[in-house]
């Protein structure tokens, strides 16, 4: 989908419908296209700003780094990739984790990245949504977790899949005490996030068209040999096949969690 | 006892080169040397025991030098090679009784993961495991090994009822990873493998898991949380196959050998990680040298892990199980200033020295 700028940067096309739209009023509309209601990738900033009562945001574990244990390069040593991670994104990991208001509603919220090395999960990663959860447990508050990841971050290796059973341990306590986890989730939501913490919620939401699956497609058509369905793999798919409670536009979102911890939140 | 094996091994590799693999080469021609000095003995009558004795000693120093320092690659070779004992061997060779229980009680039977129950040592258990086929056919049947979803619905039911019955749970893991289709998606993949990872932190029996052979990712990991978790000598275990990681970050599958090395993927480098418990030697040349040998090692370590779990409260080993997936790979800091420069500690360091605490405490001061 070709995306034509002019100069300025004032106008983009929009990879839903093509159509010209003011990148002001794409700003100003959630990142949604107003024309077609195409949702584009938010960074996570953004995302808690556009949930959670202004100013309530209140951060944990910002500061925490990998330590790059299995000193990793490929075509880039991993140290330099997470060093221009963080100059692009202005965070240190592809989450952030936080306590926060929601319409007045106090919750556990973490948000994940989708422009800090394709929001994959590494020790950090696993540590602050782990942290968080069990926060939301200690503190009997329920948690929202909104995903966007590629899965597992292949440069910490085997650390990185084990961040899968960390969460979901802390999961497993979260939901003995009772506790409400919800799901927001993103474009795109694969892999080892998708088969771990992300598709635990008590309550899962998702947005409009978002990627959410296991297997990349590519690796499934080399598998099967087969054409892939239309509109494999994405929310509305999923939500098809029973694995998505409700498909939530952006614009929506909020008044939606704030609905649902109406319901079952203590 | 794998000495005496290795022994008969020059008749179980003869039949041409099948067996050896590529780096393993040197030590088939000196294998060969030594039968040929044994034919022309035996054909001549002349004496050559003592160059015999000195080849086999130089075998016998070869194959030392040679497993004990295999690089990632080699292991991967080692992991899948078609002679490496599969878990209905060592279901067979260390599990009497063996009852099978089929199916998911929703969808069907998946071939891919094998459970039921039996006995080891002293104990009843519920074993599940991978099974990759021994034939054609059954690794058609079976996807290699590669669950779907009801695959993992079906261990986590034959969980459920080992839990009901308070019989221990032995997984042993086997697999590429999970089977990447369109019907695994549509029944939930994700689902499947994230709900067995919860549901294996909280089972309240005590669950030992052994890799046996490849430990691929999710596929693998959804049967793979416990109380304690092996890796047999030459498995591996790995976020993402080598193949699939080079074709990502190298941009070609042919840089495989390049990832399988970055992966730090071996059973002795992801001890140093801590990111398993044990390492489970193999007989001299690997499993399939002598799978009645490695079966005894395994099921040694099953059956004393299994008397020293039942021997404690259900309640202190879900803590210790909880307090040991919690400090999995904790390879991160916390630098006071977040300057972004102070990122690269070593491993070992972060590890030991007690810097994993540390860093824990770290997490909670923000609140």
Known sequence: ?266 | MSKQTSGSNGSNGTGGNGGYLEFERPLARLEKQIEELEATQAASGRDHSATIKTVRAELARERQALYSSLDAWETVQMARHPKRPLVPDYLRLMVRDFAELHGDRNFRDDRAIITGLGRIGNHKAMFIGHNKGKDTKERLENCFGMAHPEGYRKALAKMKLAEKFNLPVVCLIDTAGAFPGIGAEERGISTAIAVNLMEMARLRVPVICAVIGEGGSGGALGIGVGDRVAVLEHAYYSVISPEGCAAILWKSAEHAKTAANALRFTAKQLKKLDLVDDVLPEPMGGAHRDPAAAADTLKNYIVDNLTHLKRCKIETVLQRRYDRVRNLGSFFTAPAATSAKTTVAKPRAAAKAGGRRKTQSVVVDKA
């Open chain 1, 1 to 266: 989908m070709p995306k034509v700028e002019v100069p300025e940067g004032v106008w983009l096309r929009c990879d839903g419908c093509s159509q010209m739209i003011f990148k002001k009023v794409l700003e100003e509309n959630l990142r949604v296209c107003p024309l077609c209601g195409h949702h584009y990738r938010v960074d996570a900033r953004t995302r808690a700003m556009q949930l959670c009562d202004t100013d309530t945001f209140e951060e944990f574990n910002a500061e925490l780094v990998s330590t790059d244990p299995l000193e990793w390069t490929d075509s880039k040593a991993y140290t330099e990739r997470q060093e221009e991670a963080r100059k692009r994104t202005g965070l240190t990991e592809a989450v952030i984790t936080g306590k926060a208001y929601i319409k007045g509603r106090p919750a556990i919220l973490a948000v994940m990245d989708p422009f800090f090395i394709m929001g994959s999960m590494g020790a950090v990663v696993g540590e602050k949504v782990t942290a968080a959860i069990e926060r939301a447990t200690d503190d009997s508050l329920p948690v929202v977790i909104v995903t966007c990841s590629g899965g597992a971050r292949m440069q910490e290796g085997l650390v990185s899949l084990m961040q899968m059973a960390k969460t979901s341990a802390a999961i497993a306590r979260h939901d003995d005490a009772k506790g409400l986890y919800i799901t927001v989730l993103t474009d795109p939501t694969t892999a080892g996030v998708a088969a771990s913490f992300a598709s635990l919620g008590d309550i899962a939401l998702a947005e409009p068209k978002a990627m959410i699956g296991f297997a990349g497609p590519r690796v499934i058509w080399n598998t099967v040999k087969t054409e892939l369905p239309e509109g494999f793999q994405t929310a509305e798919f999923m939500l098809e096949h029973g694995y998505v409670d409700r498909i939530v536009p952006r614009s929506e979102l909020r008044n939606e969690i704030a609905r649902i911890i109406d319901y079952c939140g203590r």
